[in-house]
């Protein structure tokens, strides 16, 4: 039922009256969740630091890939060969980074010249995403070309007819609880995505899958093994693979992870090893003695969704009370990552985050998930639950419901 617009607002103005403080801007883990990887700090031992294969970790050498038991865990974890992965520092964002620049630079295999010779390179931008990865591109000169997420992935309609240009160099995807829908893409989508004709031959899937082994229930919700399905098209080394441990163990100080074909693989080390004598060894190991096993890793992660889950659960339960059957939004409810994508009427996104700011509520920007910030509907915000206090995500999201229904109610009204 619809609630009506002088209610609302006399509800707005005693929930601003209460002078919270929240902040719901990035999706970042809680410090809860970061102690439960406190053990991983505790200072190892001398044995501790020699690896499997009896190197000293504390030293220069060994394979430019990480180690190989670490590779080994990563593997079964992610669905990967362990021969595709090479191991970075903490950070799978500069990862995407170096590939970007390198392909610029130098070009990818397959490719005629370096990506910065081409006219006008575009990338892909499955809409509404991770705004990290629009503004990497924009950056570095990209024309960003949006397309709609349809709950299964990316409308592979529209992706199919844009890579058929062949200034298209690229697409970001987040395949699994996507960020923020929380979807996962089909296995049809995915299929498609592998075998698509591109104008561009040197054309690459930016494949993050920073939200693997980030479920919200019981179910690990599978995903198409994407280098597998490149192959079997005939397109061995159309994915670049990215993830990383921020949002496992600590969001500063994780591993994060390149994964590609042979081709690949072997073009990212040829720079890699100009840019870096090895990656951080010693915390390849600190992750493998603490997480141990690939199900050690899941024991870990189901630690993190009994902290989480709940704070999904308020923010769902406000946007169901105070929203459902008002036709004022529509909102996803995930079943993994770390966001929850919310669709307010058009043209009023923009106005809920001004009366959440007013009331002590800080919103991701409206626009942030859309190619340089703008997203031509007004209608797209994303809500990030996980780093309060599950009191103030409760208090946050009663605050957002109501901020949602005053600005749909006042554009009703106008
Ligand atoms: N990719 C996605 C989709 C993300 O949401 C995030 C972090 N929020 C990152 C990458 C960043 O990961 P990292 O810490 O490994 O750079």
Avoid at 216 to 231: G, N, S, Y
Avoid at 270 to 290: C, E, M, P, S, W
Wanted: with cysteine; net charge neutral; proline share 7%.
């Amino acid at each position: 039922m619809l609630p009506d617009l002088a209610s609302t607002r006399a509800d707005y103005e005693s929930f601003k009256a209460r002078g919270l403080k929240l902040d719901m801007t990035r999706g970042k883990p809680s410090p809860e969740q970061l102690s439960l990887s406190d053990a991983m700090l505790v200072p190892q031992g001398n044995g501790d630091t020699t690896t499997a294969a009896g190197e000293d970790a504390r030293n220069y050498g060994g394979d430019l890939r990480g180690l190989p038991e670490v590779r080994a865990l990563f593997a079964e974890a992610l669905g990967l060969p362990a021969d595709a992965i090479v191991l970075g520092n903490n950070s799978s964002l500069a990862l995407m980074h170096d590939c970007i620049v390198w392909a610029l630079l130098k070009g990818v295999p397959g490719g005629e010249r370096p990506w910065s010779r081409e006219p006008s390179p575009a990338f892909i931008c499955p809409v509404p995403g991770y705004d990290r990865h629009f503004g990497l591109a924009e950056d570095f000169g990209f024309r960003l070309l949006p397309v709609p997420l349809t709950g299964q992935g990316p409308d592979m309609d529209a992706v199919e007819a844009l890579a058929a240009d062949p200034a298209v160099k690229g697409m970001w995807c987040v395949p699994r609880y996507s960020n923020p829908t929380g979807e996962t893409y089909a296995d049809e989508t995915v299929r498609r995505l592998a075998a698509m004709r591109t104008g561009a031959p040197d054309f690459r899937l930016f494949w993050d899958d920073a939200y693997a082994v980030h479920h919200l229930t019981a179910a690990r919700t599978p995903l198409a093994p994407i280098l597998d399905l490149c192959a079997a098209a005939g397109h061995p080394d159309r994915a670049f693979c990215f993830a990383s441990t921020s949002k496992v163990t600590l969001a500063g100080a994780g591993v994060a992870l390149f994964a590609a074909s042979p081709a690949n693989v072997a073009w990212y080390l040829a720079r890699a090893g100009r840019r870096t004598i090895g990656a951080d060894k010693l915390n390849q190991l600190r992750h493998l003695r603490f997480l141990r096993d690939a199900e050690g890793l899941h024991a870990h992660m189901a630690r993190h969704r009994a902290l989480i889950a709940p704070k999904f659960d308020a923010v769902l339960d406000a946007l169901e009370r105070r929203l459902s059957g008002t036709g004022l939004a529509r909102w996803s409810r995930p079943e993994g990552g770390y966001f929850i994508s919310v669709d307010v009427l058009p043209g009023t996104a923009a106005r809920v985050v001004d009366l959440a700011k007013a009331a002590g509520l800080a919103l991701t920007p409206a626009g942030a998930t859309w190619p340089q910030g703008r997203d031509p509907e007004d209608a797209n915000l994303r809500l990030a639950p996980t780093f309060p206090s599950l009191k103030d995500v409760a208090a946050a999201a009663e605050g957002i419901a109501l901020c949602i229904a005053l600005a749909g109610l006042e554009a009703r009204a106008a």
